[in-house]
Each structure stands twice: as structure tokens, then as C-alpha cells.
């Protein structure tokens, strides 16, 4: 049974910085494409981060580029996200995604996941 849970979440202030944590199981990790989507109340699951399986290769949503980080850590079967300089906009439900066998960091932005996590929430105020 696959499962990824994340981690991390919380309740900031603007220009504060998060780490989140994504651990997976359940499935070869080291080999798939690995993604952070989030959610905001009343809006659209929108693309944030996706990262190769090797880590070479990284995507960014325009909105957060400069600003968040993605990386894993194959040893560990963990995916991370760093978020800086938060600011309200960045409040949602941030989940982790896990590619397709075969997929790519392209892929992953257009949503074509495998699995999904529960998220954790980031809540920022001003």
C-alpha cells in the first residue's frame, strides 16, 4: 500500500519560512518523479514544485520561483519543500504527489500523479 505523508505545516507570519516534508512508502521511491501541489480555500489545486527522480531536474510554478525550494532525499524515501519569504497568497493545503513509472518533472506539473498525500496546511498571515 502506497502512502505519503506530509509534514511541517503550520500557522506563520508573512516573510517567515517553512520547512515541509513529504515520506513516502510502500513503493520504489528512489526511481519516480516526486511534486508539491497546494490548494487554497475556493480555488483550484495548482502545480508548485516537481523534482526529478535523481534530483537534477527541478520545475517551479512562476508564483514561487526564487522563493520555494524542492528536494528529496532517496536515502530517506523523502521529498522536501522549502518555503521562504511566505506571504498570504501561500496560504493553502500543500500536498505531495508521485509520478507515473516513465513520467518526468513536465508530467508531474500537468498533474499525472500515481498517488497523492493528505497535505499539511500553511496558513500565513499578514
Known sequence: ????VESGG?????GDSLELSCVASGRTFSTLPM??????????????ASISWSGANTLYADSVKGRFTISRDNAKNTVYLQVNSLNPNDTAVYQ???????GNTKTLRQGLADYWGRGTQVTVSS
Open 35 to 48: 511534486a508539491w501541489f497546494r490548494q487554497a480555500p475556493g480555488k483550484e489545486r495548482e502545480f508548485v
Open 96 to 102: 505531495c504527489a508521485q509520478g507515473q513509472a516513465g
Open 1 to 4: 500500500q502506497v502512502q505519503l
Open 10 to 14: 503550520g500557522s506563520v507570519q508573512a
